[in-house]
């Protein structure tokens, strides 16, 4: 199997997806994007999963944006993630608006979008549609999962609801819960959606008046979060955006102003506004540690034949070191081998989305061990290149 386009498979059509809320979901949409030929062994599939605002153009020019793959840096041929090497994919979650099943689309019982009559999910559902999506792929284990802040999260979640399909995964800046500070932040957002008069209760889709100011506020908002103080004062300071002086008005005085500004609007122009609800929603309802009697480490018991790598970031106060510390813990009490490293930025949160060597030579190596660790079910006992 060979492509490098945008796929869209429809699952659960005989069976509905039950869903941790309680309601049951039926015939879901997936789009995904592949890279790479998959190996007859099936023994070099990597899944890239991404985080709350991404989607599945992890590599490749974004169809609405025109711009490069949010992780294109790292992803391609001869790449950390060679795609002449691995077969990868990358699918947008459940929930989310860039072709896979969420709020805006069509409700069969209603034949009009669902809207906020979509069910409520979790980050677990998404990654039981993820499973399924393989499953049609013909991929029965995964050489490696890899992902950053929602997608570590997802990674987590695949550690313990899947681990046998897994011979290694990268969980980085993230956590196995969230913390009152992210539900904090993500509530301020919501609100901001729900606040606009064009929200709607949700049903703002016939009118073609999306909550567009609510959701530029949202957006505005968590990319704070995504920074560091130390990244805003060397990008921004207190200098002033294309004038002299103040005008002791409201204007965007401040190049930081600015920057959030553009930041929101063009977030409007990709993104729908219920899929933020749900989505943030379903990462502040992530509690690992509560399905296992508040012990994260018996989450992680299955995965002991799992290879993991956690990484964490110095100005990361999203996802701080404590809690993928937290992590690397649980994974060493379980009996699951680990790596982790905590490197020096100051980039904040989004520091797994840059330039940064470090993480690169961390993943490569970690990769690399993977290789010559990994047998595939029907295949040799040697590495990937060995097998091809």
Known sequence: MTT?????????EDAPLQLDGGAALSAITVAYEAYGSLAEDGGNAVLICHALTGDQYAAGPHPVTGKPGWWERIIGPGRLIDTDKYFVICSNVLGSCMGTTGPSSINPATDEPWGIDFPVITIRDMVRVQAALLDVLNIDKLLMVIGGSMGGMQVLEWLTTFPERIHSAAVLASAARHTAQN???????????????????????????PPDKGLSVARMTAHITYLSEDALTQKFGRNLQEREEVTFGFDADFQVE????HQGSTFVDRFDANSYLYITRAMDYLDIPSRFGGRLADAFIGARAVRCCVISFTSD?????????????????AGVPVSFAEIETANGHDSFLLENPEMDMMLEGFLASAERTYAPKHGSTGSIGEQQ
């Open 4 to 12: 490098s386009e945008t796929n869209s498979l429809t699952l659960f």
């Open 183 to 209: 539900i904090a932040f993500h509530e301020v957002g919501r609100q901001a959606v729900m606040a606009d008069p064009n929200w709607n209760q949700g049903r703002y889709y016939s009118s073609n008046t």
């Open 258 to 261: 600015s920057y959030l500004r």
């Open 317 to 333: 106060w999203l996802y701080p070191t404590v809690e993928n510390k937290r992590i690397v813990h649980a994974l060493n009490a």
